[in-house]
């Protein structure tokens, strides 16, 4: 064997779980690192398309694994395959009981028409997760 030349963590490297993905308005860091979300949501509401949804945050809880990687989330049209917008993580989990939360904001997302949207996780650029984000239209009426 050859020892020093392979960084111990790479050594036992243990994929990650994705524990929890969460959609809303934002996030903010407290003091004594606690988070608080804001605004939580499943569907995001327009009254005319195309629309422009100005601020809203995405956030994985990562859990279970060792080792370093990356982490993707990219949202996606309802087609699947065009992508609307992306960012990429680093992420470092040194025991299996260790937790990472990766903060996603996005600003001015364009919706051009109502349908299901997809936010993809990927780790390592292979797709762990899909999860539906519905688009809908509403009547100006309804909004209070």
């Known amino acids: 064997m050859i020892y020093?030349?392979?960084?111990?963590?790479?050594?036992?490297?243990?994929?990650?779980?994705?524990?929890?993905?969460?959609?809303?308005?934002?996030?903010?860091?407290?003091?004594?690192?606690?988070?608080?979300?804001?605004?939580?949501?499943?569907?995001?509401?327009?009254?005319?398309?195309p629309a422009v949804h100005p601020r809203f945050a995405?956030?994985?809880?990562?859990?279970?694994?060792?080792?370093?990687?990356?982490?993707?989330?990219?949202?996606?049209?309802?087609?699947?395959?065009?992508?609307?917008?992306?960012?990429?993580?680093?992420?470092?989990?040194?025991n299996e009981t260790q937790h990472h939360r990766d903060i996603s904001l996005r600003f001015n997302t364009t919706f051009p028409a109502p349908g299901t949207y997809w936010i993809e996780m990927l780790l390592d650029s292979v797709q762990v997760v899909l999860v539906p984000l519905p688009v809908q239209q509403i009547n100006q009426q309804t909004v209070h």
């Open 4 to 49: 020093g030349s392979v960084a111990p963590m790479a050594m036992n490297k243990v994929k990650p779980v994705l524990v929890h993905t969460i959609l809303c308005d934002d996030v903010r860091q407290e003091m004594g690192g606690k988070f608080s979300l804001m605004g939580l949501f499943e569907t995001i509401s327009a009254g005319t398309f």
């Open 58 to 94: 995405i956030m994985n809880e990562w859990s279970g694994g060792r080792g370093e990687f990356k982490a993707s989330i990219r949202l996606l049209a309802p087609d699947r395959k065009t992508v609307i917008s992306e960012s990429e993580a680093k992420l470092a989990l040194f």
